[in-house]
């Protein structure tokens, strides 16, 4: 029996190493859904080169121009977020959720709604909300396998071992783009620039993400949600070789570490093939080649970022939200070039302070529509924040 699989946010870099590993072994899934934005033309001709059921693009101005590309292909072609999460309730046994952002909360909730086995790429539905996220897996009898490196890693040195005798898990960073940069450049340095990773290959924004280290403290509160581990036991350490992507420290003093070419197809096709292992195009490490591994602790002045997702964990509740919302907004605005590389922290740091003022963030209830709210709001605080310290 083939399996029925979907891809949220297929046009993407994760969606498509994704179908790399699809198209691969043609006769052992059969595609359900496909997701994209505004990437319309290869929305189009990966829906038709896996015969997908159905391609829905997030933006309804579009559906004209993927309906005409699908015509007489019996594809079926749909629009916007409603047309999402219909394609999450369609019945599959395996869904990526790869779309980037909060947008890819919903359509994950729907999914594991219906039982399905989610592999979760999109770290925001963690971060936002991880405590019901984890709920909903468990209600309906879903499950949730993490995508990202890290988290594979660690869920990969978990397996056959007691949650009860892990006494930390450590999480590698690269350094992202500036980490041997002299502090005092890094007021200066271009969209460009912080959009080049020195080990992987990746979307603009987690690859910015990496520069100030947002993606780390995003998967360090991943980690706590995920694992449920208290956040006193989660570290961060530099390693700028990006080949072990995290380890796991038990009681006994015994380190587990995960090491494996900086490959996202190795952390898709480990989900793709759970429960079991299978050959996947990935390379060999020639470790004799490779000579050493580097360590070193992360400067909290480089990457302020850590110091904030060290408050976000102690905080929990909707902070992870407004931290996820102020961080995707500060982003924009560097993108856009309305804001220094530095600012991003400092005005993400600003509004998760007011709203922890004015909310009671810790003990509210996580439910889609609460952390919609506290979004909109965190982004509307980060514009207002950068209009009056602009000048
Ligand atoms: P990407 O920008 O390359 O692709 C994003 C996908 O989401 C595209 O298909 C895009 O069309 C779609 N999309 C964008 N905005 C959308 C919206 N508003 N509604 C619906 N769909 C939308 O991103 P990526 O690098 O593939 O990352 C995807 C997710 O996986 C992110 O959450 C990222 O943090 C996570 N992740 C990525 C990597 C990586 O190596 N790229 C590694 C670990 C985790
Ligand atoms: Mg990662």
């Given amino acids: 029996m083939r399996r029925r699989i979907s891809i949220f946010g297929a046009t993407g870099s994760i969606g498509q190493s994704t179908l790399d590993l699809v198209r691969r072994r043609p006769d052992d899934f059969h595609v359900v859904a496909l997701t994209g934005a505004r990437n319309i033309a290869q929305l189009i001709q990966d829906a038709k080169a896996v015969r997908a059921e159905v391609a829905v693009t997030s933006d309804p101005s579009r559906l004209a121009e993927l309906r005409d590309g699908l015509a007489g292909t019996g594809i079926a072609a749909a629009a916007g977020d409603a047309a999402l999460i219909e394609a999450a309730a369609r ?13 890819g909360l ?14 979760l790429a999109n770290k925001e539905s963690l971060v936002t909300a991880g405590p019901l996220l984890m709920q909903t897996a468990r209600e309906h009898g879903a499950t949730i396998l993490p995508v990202d490196s890290e988290h594979s890693a660690v869920f990969q040195a978990l397996i056959g071992e007691d949650i009860r005798a892990v006494e930390r898990i450590i999480i590698t960073a690269s350094g992202g783009a500036f980490r041997d940069r002299p502090l005092s450049d890094l007021d200066h340095v271009s969209v460009a620039e912080a959009s080049q990773h020195p080990n992987w290959n990746m979307g603009q924004r987690i690859t910015i993400d990496s520069a100030t280290m947002f ?35 038990f009681n006994d003093g015994a ?10 197809r190795h952390a898709i096709g480990f989900a793709l093939n759970w ?26 002045a480089r990457y302020p970022a850590l110091g904030l997702a060290s408050r976000v964990m102690h905080e929990g509740g909707l902070t992870g939200a407004v931290f996820n ?42 439910t889609l529509d609460n952390v919609r709210d506290v979004d909109a709001e965190a982004r509307a605080r980060t514009c207002e924040d950068r209009a009056n310290t602009k000048g």
């Fill in 91 to 103: 019945p599959a046994d395996w869904v990526m959720s790869a779309i980037v952002g909060v947008a």
């Fill in 106 to 119: 919903a359509p994950g909730l729907e999914a594991l709604r219906h039982g399905t086995t989610l592999a």
């Fill in 215 to 249: 993606n780390k403290a995003m998967e360090l509160i991943e980690t706590k949600e995920f694992f449920e581990v208290g956040p006193d036991r989660i570290e961060t350490i530099v390693h700028p070789e990006s080949l072990i992507h995290a380890l796991v420290g």
């Fill in 255 to 264: 380190l587990m570490a995960h090491v494996g070419p900086p490959d996202m």
């Fill in 275 to 300: 429960p079991e292992r299978r050959t996947l195009p990935v390379e060999r490490l020639d470790l004799a080649k490779i000579g050493q591994l580097n360590f070193r602790a992360p400067d909290p």
């Fill in 325 to 366: 919302a102020a961080k995707e907004q500060a982003l924009d605005l560097f993108i856009a070039g309305q804001c220094r590389f530095t600012d991003m922290a400092r005005m993400v740091d600003r509004t998760v302070d007011v709203m922890l003022t004015r909310h009671r963030l810790q003990n509210a209830t996580i």
